[in-house]
């Protein structure tokens, strides 16, 4: 049986705040890039969206999935 997607969601959240919680206390030596002028990514915001990324495709292995830095 398949969860409801609300709680997919909420899954993705609670693992990307996993990945960030990592990154916390090294925040001022995260590896930043910039993506366009003004447009920056550190390497914490590419984790969190893979860890998303990944609780959805348990969920739905089969899904395409668009998402900002990826």
Known sequence: ???PAVNIAVSAA????RVLIRFLNRADSLKISEKQKN???????????KAIVQEIHKAYPD???????A
Not at 14 to 17: F, Q
Not at 63 to 69: M, P
């Open 39 to 49: 447009d920056f990514v550190t390497e914490a915001d590419r984790a969190a969206e």
């Open 1 to 3: 049986m398949r969860k």
């Open 14 to 17: 609670r693992a990307a705040g």
């Open 63 to 69: 899904h395409a999935i668009l998402s900002e830095e």
